[in-house]
Every structure is written in C-alpha cells, then in structure tokens.
C-alpha cells in the first residue's frame, strides 16, 4: 500500500491513536502543531524554520520587513544618516522592555547586532566596513562605516536565518557559534522555560506589556504585531494521522505542514482552511559538505547534476500536481526578479543515472563512504531524503542512509568531523521563499569557508560576484551579476537545487488574520 494511501486512510478511519491535548482549545489559547520539533532555541546559532518561528514569538527586531521587501520600523523610531552614508544613528522607542522587566537599551543592541553579524549571510557582508558600532546612550546606537554600504536598512530588516534579533547585552556576548542558555526577547509573546518540553510542548504566554508600533498594516515581519491570544501551545505531534483528527476535533487550531494526502480530506471539512502558507514557493537544495571526501572533489559534486530529477524530489514533497511546484529552480526563487535560466540544462536536459555513474568514475569514485542523512518527522526534508536516498542507491554508490529526527539533524549538520568520527556527506531541506530571493539572504550560496553555512564550501568566485552584487547600480546590473552568480553556482556546485513547492498550512476556519509568509502569531484572532 503507498505511504499517501495509508495516511489517509488512517486519518479517516474511526480509530485513531489519541494525543493527550486536553479540551477543545479556548479562546485564549491558540493550540498549534508546528512542523518539527523545537530542539535549538538559538535562532542565531541555528537557521533551522521551527526555531525561527520560534524566535520571532519572542524577540523583536529593529526594523522588520513586509511582502514587498520594504523595510519598516520596529523597535526603531527611526535614523539618521550622515557622511554620504558611512554614519547611521538609530533611536529606539521609548518604554522598550524585556520579559524580565529590564528596560531595552542601545547596548542591549549593539551586542546582539555584533553576535547577528557573524552568523547572518547580510551581517557578514556588513562587518568588514563597520569601524564603530557603539551605544551613544540608553536610547541610541551608531555605526560608522569605513564607505557607504545602502543596504544597512534592508540588512538588519531581512527575515533571512539568523534574523537580527535583539538579546539582553548579557545573553547577546554568548559566542556566537555556542547556544545561548536563557531565552529572553522583548516580543509578543514570553517563552515559558518550566513548561519546555522538547519532543512534546513548549509554550509562551501574551507579553502584556509589549508595545507594538502604532501605524501601518501587518505584512511579513512588518507593521502591529498585536497579540490576541493569551497563551499560544505548541503541541509536538510526528504522527500525521494523530494531527489531523486533532485538528478535525478542533483540539487543535492549526497544523503547520500537513501532507498532501491530509491535505485532501481537509479540503472537505467545512470547518479548517487550507492555502499556501506564502504566495511564493520555497526553494530546496541537496547540500554537501565541502570539507571531506568525496564531496571536497568538484568533479563528485558536478558528477550528480545528471541524475537530479527535480519533479521526483518535489512530487514527494507536495504531490503530482504541477501547479504546486517548480522543476526550474536555479539559485534564487521562482518568480523574483533575479530569477534566470542561465546554465540551466545542467538540471533540466535529460535525467540520467547512468551519465551519472560515469561521471563519478572518470572523477575516482571507488567506493567511498558517502553518508546521507535526514529526519522522518518533518515533511519536505523527510519526502526530499528518501528521495536522494533511491537516488544514491541506483547510483550504486557505498551509501550509509542515516535517519533520526529533524532536531538531531540540526544538531548534526553542524559537525565538521570526517565520516570516520560521525560526521555526513549530503542532506536536504528547504528555505522559505524570500531566502533565495537574491544573493544576500541565500546563506548556502556563500563560499567562504569556514565562515560560511553548514558544509563549508570555499569558492572565491561566488564572493567575488556576491560583492558585486551588493555594489551593483541598478536592477539591470544585478540581474547581468545573478547570471553570473548562477552560472558559477551550477559549475562549483556548493549544492544542488532540488525544485521549488507551494508550502500549504491547515488551520480551523474561525481563526482569522494569519499573517501569510510562514508561521506568525500576532494579528491571529479566534471569531
């Protein structure tokens, strides 16, 4: 029997595994099902979703972003800036506090945009011309640059991983490549520790002092964020079936990645909503890790690109139907404006495991250890990883197909150990849509080394044209730069894109006021 057959089945049938929830969700508490479990509560040490979606429950940011990549004020009154663009100077607002009752101050922000600097793709591109970054006083903060750099604003406004969240100056000295211990924001809501449960609940409470910013409209991480619930549960469910007769008993509200099988008979219950979590897909990727053999080989990683199907790796994600998905997807999201077919029969001219296994012979291949790994509790990287594990298979390479949960991949990705001593040679996931909307959110693109994302890669090259971009005059000269960038992408092959799909979330009718663009809990009300 297939796996979609059997889910659904099992989620229509009368008997069903019961998961201990409680009552029916009331309506000052919003009982969700996020879509893996929580196991980082670092969203600078992590780019893992759940752990962003996590982060922006709690911590607040300078200015945020809306769906038309505007950059907008948060925690910012506003700034100033002086000398042809190499000094800004920002004020907060006035009565900022923590969730321990201590007021937010501009040191507060300066150590937090220091640590945000070293992980965040934009931030690192930033560092390099900060001469000064300095509290002027409790409610200013400056930074003076060595040359002008006109995406400051965008940059610390990106919801890109790790987004630049604002930490007590106490938290924010932590390294920023070791987890902070204590999680305290200054957002909509509290994180409540003693509740945390990893692999069953965590929880948050309403932050009734938080003060959202008094105009504009809700869009992306932009405008109010005006929580209208008193408590929001997150309920850990792995179980598809379990979660979705949840969600049908209205014991929870909303299910953050059903399968599409669920999908389905959501759609003929009255009572739950399903429609796209963003209007824009999410682009997925194969990533390799640079360091060790056989993938520190260019020609290893260039030797798969003809057995990359990618319609096979998004029809486990979303289902057969095309218009939930991209086959097309080259390195920035389908659809945005750098968007390019440059270089693209390498992913769409004929599929072929056999040229495949050539290619990895002429590169040496002999049976070497390759180590793929990746969860069985989170849709798309779950689908994505059986997928490339059939792959490695027909490819006939000497394969080790480790699966665990999402969070001990997270925490496993960040090895840098050879196979011999645990490390891993390939997993897959997935970015949301505005990630990879242009060089300076698509962290995996980055070549710098042991800087850059899980993987490593060090290709000179992309910087080089990365740079470029960021200095670049116009849109024209961008979209020349994005030719080029993705040309070299698909040559160095830092990893490889796996297609783009229509990400769908399900929640109960009378929840009203999602914020679309991935899981977002202010503006959400119960009718």
């Known amino acids: 029997m297939h796996r979609r057959s059997l889910l659904a089945g099992a989620a229509a049938g009368a008997v069903l595994p019961r998961f201990a929830i409680g009552q029916p969700a009331g309506t000052g508490v919003l009982k969700f099902v996020p879509q893996a479990n929580l196991t980082s509560l670092d969203p600078i040490w992590t780019t893992a979703n759940v752990t962003r979606n996590h982060a922006w429950l709690v911590y607040d940011v300078l200015y945020g972003m809306d769906a038309q990549f505007r950059p907008q004020p948060q925690m910012a009154e506003g700034h100033t800036v002086e000398d042809d663009g190499r000094i800004y100077t920002f004020t907060l607002r006035p009565g900022l506090r923590f969730h321990d009752g201590e007021p937010v101050r501009a040191a507060d922000c300066v150590a937090s945009l220091k640590r945000w600097m070293k992980r965040n793709s934009n931030g690192q591109k930033l560092e390099p011309l900060v001469a ?21 604003i965008p940059s610390l406004a990106s919801p890109s991983n790790p987004a630049a969240f604002i930490m007590p100056e106490r938290i924010a000295q932590t390294d920023p490549f070791q987890q902070i211990r204590e999680t305290v924001g200054s957002g909509p809501f509290r994180f409540r520790p003693a509740e945390y449960n990893s692999g069953s609940f965590v ?23 005006v929580a209208h619930f008193d408590r929001i549960e997150w309920h850990i469910i792995t179980d598809a079936a379990t979660a979705s007769s949840a969600l049908q008993t209205g014991e929870i509200d909303w299910y953050e990645q059903p399968p599409p099988e669920i999908q389905t008979m959501f759609r003929r219950n ?13 682009p997925a990727i194969l990533r390799f890790n640079h360091l060790h053999p056989p993938f520190n080989d260019k020609r290893m990683r260039q030797a798969l690109l003809p057995a990359v199907s990618q319609a096979d790796y998004m029809t486990a994600i979303v289902g057969p139907d095309p218009a939930l998905f991209s086959a097309n997807l080259g390195t920035f999201t389908p659809g945005t404006p750098l968007a390019t ?155 490889i894109p796996v297609g783009s799909y229509t990400s769908m979330t399900s929640f109960r009718r009378n929840l009203t006021g999602r914020v679309p663009g991935f899981a977002l809990f202010w503006n959400m009300r119960r009718t």
């Open 270 to 282: 009255r009572q739950i909503a399903v429609e796209p979590i963003d209007s824009l897909q999410n």
């Open 341 to 495: 077919d440059a270089g693209m029969e390498a992913l769409t001219g004929p599929r072929s495991i056999e040229r495949s296994k050539a290619l990895l012979k002429e590169a040496g291949y002999t049976d070497q250890l390759i180590r793929l790994i990746g969860p069985t509790d989170i849709l798309a990287p779950a689908a994505m990883t059986q997928v490339a594990g059939d792959m490695f298979r027909r490819l006939g390479v000497n394969l080790d197909f480790v699966l665990t949960d999402w969070g001990s991949v997270v925490q496993r990705r960040a090895s840098r150990e050879p196979l011999e001593k645990g490390g891993w040679s390939v997993f897959l996931t997935a970015f949301a849509s505005f990630e990879f909307a242009d060089p300076s959110g698509n962290f995996p693109l980055r070549g710098h080394g042991n800087g850059a994302w899980f993987g490593w890669p060090t290709i000179p090259r992309l910087e080089e044209l990365r740079d470029a971009w960021f200095d670049a005059p116009d849109l024209e000269a961008q979209q020349r730069l994005a030719r080029e960038i993705q040309l070299t992408m698909l040559d160095e092959v830092p990893y």
């Open 132 to 152: 000064e970054l300095t509290a002027l006083d409790d409610r200013r903060l400056r930074f003076r640059l060595t040359r002008a750099f006109p995406r400051l």
């Open 203 to 225: 929880a948050y409470e309403r932050n009734a002092a938080y003060q959202p910013v008094a105009s504009g409209t809700p869009s992306l991480t932009a405008g109010p964020k």
